[in-house]
């Protein structure tokens, strides 16, 4: 699917030192049109720095950024024409309108006049207050009038670094939604997150971050899928199918689930309750094998009482991937 669309962003072997550190280790990914692309990392693992790379307020050691098939260090007002970026909190003047915030960054812009103003204001949903004081304005108007601003140049791909930062969950709903139909509109979003369930319910595709290393790039669905799923065997006796579980390829066996500590047993678990444990072995296979896995079991004797599947979610795979780091 993506094949078929127009690359908008298209990061290639991106590299960066500073003091001789290598912050940054050859990261890889691309932005299609109408997408919303996850970018997700721990604190410290370089989402902030290649956030500037990408809109050219740093520069790269190595490596090429493109917007548009425009190169950002080399065509640099090229490129930037097709991007719009808010990083951390807009930056707006409290004691103006909103509408008067617009009128200020539209004279910096050819060509962008009151009928513009007037576009993205609808577009943000904003008509009611447009003409209020900013400083009258809750957090999640002053984010919809900094992602106004950012698109009066008709941007083709929006940079947002944490868009739901210290909302409350109606104004995380209402984002996620407004978003949404910004992407259906045709404009690629980069969404830099900390908020791993907004990722997985928001975004098309995701790259996560570590160590400044892009380590995994793709579909959230996809890349779930491939991590394979937490499958819990309620059996006896136990010791036999335990060990004969273990000798099969493609079957991870973690132990049995009233023996695993809370460090060792998958996040996927945590939910069930401890008089649920008993008896049962816990393993990590793909879900195609467990019909196989089940016959193997009955023919070796072994009675199964249960099996349950513990589907992983994003934040499974992030702390699986990037061995429990702190998400930031």
């Not at 370089?46 to 809109?55: C, D, E, F, S």
């Not at 307020?57 to 260090?73: A, E, N, R």
């Amino acid at each position: 699917m993506a094949g078929d669309r127009e690359r908008v962003l298209s990061v290639r072997d991106v590299r960066k030192s500073i003091r001789g550190k290598e912050i940054i280790k050859g990261i890889s990914f691309d932005v299609y049109g109408g997408e919303i692309f996850g970018f997700l990392g721990p604190n410290g693992s370089g989402k902030t720095t290649t956030i500037r790379m990408l809109v050219d307020l740093i520069k790269p050691s190595s490596g090429v950024v493109t917007i548009c098939g425009f190169d950002v260090q080399k065509q640099h007002n090229e490129a930037m024409q097709y991007v719009g970026c808010i990083v951390e909190n807009p930056e707006l003047y409290g004691y103006l309108t909103g509408w008067e915030n617009l009128e200020h960054f539209a004279r910096m812009l050819p060509d962008t006049g009151e009928e513009r103003i007037r576009e993205v204001v609808e577009l943000v949903g904003m008509d009611a207050r447009i003409h209020d004081k900013v400083k009258t304005y809750s957090l999640g108007m002053r984010q919809r009038l900094g992602i106004a601003q950012a698109l009066l140049a008709r941007p083709k791909l929006l940079i947002l670094d944490e868009p739901t930062n210290g909302l409350d969950p109606q104004g995380i709903k209402e984002m996620r939604i407004f978003i949404r139909k910004l992407a259906k509109g045709g404009l690629s979003l980069f969404v830099s997150s900390h908020l791993l369930s907004e990722i997985q319910q928001l975004c098309d595709r995701v790259a996560i971050i570590s160590k400044g290393q892009v380590i995994a790039v793709g579909e959230v669905d996809e890349l779930i899928v491939q991590s394979g799923s937490t499958v819990l065997w309620s059996v006896d006796p136990a010791d036999e199918a335990e060990a004969w579980l273990g000798r099969q390829q493609g079957v991870t066996v973690l132990g049995r689930r009233e023996e695993l500590s809370e460090e060792d047993e998958p996040a996927v678990l945590s939910s069930l309750h401890a008089g649920e444990r008993a008896g049962t072995i816990v393993t990590q296979l793909s879900e195609e094998r467990i019909p196989e896995i089940n016959r193997g079991l009955v023919d070796a004797g072994i009675r199964i009482y249960a099996i349950e599947m513990k589907h992983p979610t994003l934040e499974d795979l992030f702390l699986s991937l990037t061995e429990g780091e702190k998400i930031g």
